[in-house]
């Protein structure tokens, strides 16, 4: 297969406006926040930027979210750092727990006269009410409380974001959406027709390159094989780069054979690391050995780009691994897990 000979090494951003909730109020980030940010990318070689931004970010405050957007990409263009801007989803919404992406607009009115699920953003969403979601929206049944379609909605914010950021210098990618869900077996085929659809009216906006993201399994019954993986993949001819993102946690040997094999079936000759770590638990932690190996074994498989889950001014105390920043007298600072993985990132670069 046609793989890169070197690969970019980087981070994901997690910024303020761009990822607000839209059902409860984020911590305010410290002074200099952005611009300090990059300096240390900057630094300290990390040359790739993943920045996942968020709907129900940009419905809460449109003004501050293209504004934050500005922010970011002329201080990634000063920095000479690429961002892929992703089109982020976790836990669908935070209309309906702690998750937050799809906005209030969308999700409310397939919810309004559900009298038996007491929403609460600060709790896990029930899975009953993230299945009701994902099976309307692959329907193509979500629609805003004014009739329109849920997919061309998001179509009509993500126009927004590319209008914003494609031709900075620093811009390369465009990523679809983050981490979809399935429930029935037979959605992964609908995932690669909502892909399609993206791609048609998106390749009219960018030259750049657009990721689509591995999509998981709400249940065991959707069976989340590699061939059936593979039916999500676009079908539809643009003369924009296509490549396929995957999220290891983590990024054992024979993790990776497993997404190579669904790259292999898709007949897609790069994918891209946007995400990975020690794994999802509580509690996880990671190791400068860890760091080192999970880089050596990309190095063998050669991604065009792997990034680290993530640098952020808010602590996750949950997940040590999850962070490589902190915050010292109201500015950013590197913590000692990026250490770590600034040393790890000199090791396989020699």
Known sequence: MGFR??????????????????????????????????????????????????????????????????LISDEADKSDVSCLYDNHQWECSSFLGYGIGFPNSIVSPLYQNNNSSKHDSFKPPSKEDEEKFWNNWWDKAIKSLDGRDGWD?????????????????????????????????????????????????????????????????????????????????????????????????????????????IVKLMKIDTLLVGEYNSGTGDGIEISSSQHSEYLKTFKKFLPHAVMFWQWSYIMDNGHPAFNLAKTVDNKISLNNNFDSFVKAIKEVSN
């Open 5 to 70: 000979q070197t690969m970019k090494i980087g981070v994901n951003f997690d910024g303020f406006k761009i990822s607000d909730y839209q059902n409860r109020s984020k911590l305010i980030p410290p002074q200099r926040y952005i611009q300090d940010s990059f300096k240390i990318f900057q630094e300290h070689g990390i040359d790739i930027v993943r920045i996942p931004i968020y709907w129900e970010s940009y419905e809460k405050d449109p003004e501050g979210f293209i504004q934050e957007l500005n």
């Open 153 to 261: 909605l998001q179509i009509e914010y993500f126009q927004k974001v590319i209008e914003t950021v494609n031709n900075k210098t620093s811009t390369i990618a465009f990523e679809l959406l983050n981490e979809p869900q399935v429930y029935r077996h037979g959605d992964f085929k609908k995932v690669s027709k909502y892909h399609d659809h993206l791609v048609s009216k998106v390749a009219e906006l960018t030259d750049k390159i657009l990721l689509f993201c591995y999509t998981y399994a709400g249940r065991l019954s959707a069976f989340n094989f590699p061939w059936t993986q593979a039916r999500i993949k676009p079908s539809i001819a643009v003369s924009n780069k296509i490549m396929f993102d995957i999220h290891p946690y983590p990024p054992y040997y024979i993790v990776m054979l497993y997404f190579r094999l």
